[in-house]
């Protein structure tokens, strides 16, 4: 068999798979967060928190929620690693510098996941299973709560109530997230994956010398890496490991569970609205995007030039034999369309256009179909600007799902689009305009130019991926990514509520022969192309000082 083609069926299998999981789960979602009913063991984590999960909350009490909870965990996940070194279980490490201690804790809070240090050197089971571990869980909670908040805000009308951030966030974990990693766990267990509190021990001789591994409860959170859209390895080499990731059919599962409660969420917004063709006009458009990256970057990786390339089938530096240009191909457009950051393959070593790929990627806002509860929001909002760029051709006044977009809404869409690119570039230009932060580069020109790019596209977007050319463990760069993963995480969050709270105080507006149909091929066709050209005319001189330039070289 062909690469391309393998290439090609793994593609169409996974289509497959999101198909047949698309409508039960992103039924059962909607079920879980419109359900008046409380599981037992949720009513135990509301008196435990002291928390009224029945109590409906305006948008400012519910980003005060979200907000408090964030920074508890911040905190939290912080003193654990300082302590570490006094902790049991800590694998003899010591405890993590301060620097480093802020960046991870940001990380992981974030959703982020940017790891500026090895895991199997510096982490041990407590910090990974109590810290790291939960924050995977919690996290990816957060972001589904706040993406349904603003569901509710499109669907409620003449309120300024959006739920209750506990209820959501408990309700996540408990009915969504928790039931589906102990399956997955229990998969990639038997796939090979390991699961165990083993210390450090050795396994062979390497170049002369002695090579120990420490072993770890790797398969739970490998589950819930992917399927939280988190992305943070266990290992240094992360879903390269193959602890983490022993076969071709553990990289498509994994690939899989990435995307499966993007896609289903889907649904939700569609069932919970009661207009399920909305929901597929969402989806349709981010499937688009989605399959024209992964198209364009096989191409760019299966590309024959020279004869090194030739004899090895397409470019494989940095990728694994047992995956191959089509299986990381795959991976990398998901991880990075999606605030995974988990990497099979290194992207600094992708061909200059595949690099470039992974950073438009990012840089679109991860909304095809995006992270956990992030991709939802994130396109719902360029939806709002879509709806809006129609009426201003038309004349009309905007309406989405029956909901006027008047000038405060699309100021909290153009304040939500605009704070992410302001931290990549400033923070970008600040790193290449200081003497110091450029010591940390690899390579120089253009692609020394990408590494820090990349770096603050991932942490901005909330991605956590890296080039594996940049050296950030530094002060500088532990401290500048881990605000920028901070705010860009929380700010635009902020402007999402308030949208939420705007949309939820309306009054519904009747359709008429004049309403744009925003269920058809056509609005979808126009979502995307304001999706490409608003990200296009924002980054391309970026790009163009980077990627491109390597590129076309």
């Known amino acids: 068999m062909s690469p391309v083609l393998a290439g090609v069926l793994q593609l169409l299998a996974l289509t497959a798979a999101l198909a047949l999981a698309h409508v039960p789960l992103g039924n059962h979602m909607a079920r879980v967060y419109s359900s008046p009913r409380h599981l037992r063991v949720e009513k135990w984590i509301y008196k435990g928190i002291g928390a009224d999960p029945d109590t409906e909350m305006r948008w400012p009490a519910y980003l005060r929620g979200v907000l408090a909870f964030s920074l508890a965990g911040v905190l939290f996940l912080y003193l654990l690693q300082r302590l570490q070194g006094v902790l049991p279980g800590s694998l003899g490490f010591a405890s993590i510098d301060p620097d480093q201690a802020f960046n991870t804790a940001a990380s992981f809070v974030a959703n982020t996941n940017w790891q500026s240090y090895y895991g199997e050197q510096a982490m041990g089971h407590v910090v990974q299973t109590a810290g790291l571990a939960v924050q995977n869980f919690v996290s990816a909670a957060v972001g589904i709560a706040v993406a349904v908040a603003l569901v509710r805000g499109f669907a409620r009308s003449r309120t300024g109530e959006l739920g209750n951030f506990w209820a959501d966030l408990v309700r996540g974990v408990v009915r969504v997230l928790v039931p589906i990693a102990a399956v997955g766990a229990v998969i990639l267990v038997a796939c090979g994956v390991i699961q165990n509190f083993s210390g450090i021990h050795e396994v062979g001789q390497f170049m002369g010398g002695t090579q120990e591994w420490n072993g770890g409860a790797v398969a739970s959170q490998e589950v819930i890496k992917e399927l939280g859209t988190n992305g943070g390895g266990y290992f240094n080499a992360n879903s390269a490991h193959p602890f983490e990731n022993p076969t071709p059919f553990t990289n498509l599962f994994e690939i899989f569970l990435i995307l499966l409660i993007p896609v289903a969420l889907t649904r939700t917004f569609g069932v919970m609205t009661g207009s399920v063709r909305q929901g597929y006009a969402i989806l349709g458009t981010m499937a688009a995007i989605w399959a024209g990256f992964v198209a364009l970057m096989m191409w760019t990786e299966f590309a024959h030039h020279g004869p090194a390339l030739q004899a090895a089938g397409g470019a494989m530096e940095g990728k694994e034999l047992r995956f191959g240009i089509g299986g990381s191909s795959l991976f990398a457009v998901t991880t990075t369309l999606t605030s995974t950051g988990a990497v099979d393959s290194f992207h600094s070593s992708y061909t200059g256009l595949g690099g470039g790929i992974t950073m438009l990627g990012m840089m679109l806002g991860e909304i095809a179909p995006g992270g956990v509860g992030s991709g939802l929001y994130g396109m719902l909002v360029m939806a709002v600007v879509a709806v809006f760029i129609a009426g201003l051709m038309v004349g009309r006044t905007p309406e989405y799902l029956g909901k006027k977009i008047g000038t405060r809404e699309i100021k909290f869409a153009a304040c939500y689009i605009l704070i992410t690119p302001a931290l990549v570039l400033v923070f970008t ?86 309403t744009l149909r925003t269920e058809k091929p056509l609005f979808a066709g126009l979502l995307a192309g304001a999706v490409l050209i608003i990200t296009g005319l924002t980054y391309f001189p970026a790009l163009a000082l980077g990627p491109l330039a390597e590129g076309l070289a």
């Not at 977007?461 to 594996?468: D, E, M, R």
């Not at 605000?483 to 309306?506: D, E």
């Open 429 to 514: 230009a600040a790193a290449m305009a200081l003497p110091t932060p450029g010591d940390s580069m690899t390579n120089s020109g253009a692609h020394g130019f990408s590494e820090i790019l990349y770096a603050y596209t991932s942490a901005s977007n909330n991605n956590g991926s890296a080039f594996a050319g940049l050296n950030a463990d530094t002060q500088w760069f532990n401290s500048t990514l881990g605000l920028a993963m901070l705010l860009g995480r929380f700010v635009p969050m902020v402007f999402v509520l308030a949208l939420a709270g705007s949309l939820a105080r309306q009054q519904p507006v009747p359709a008429t022969a004049g």
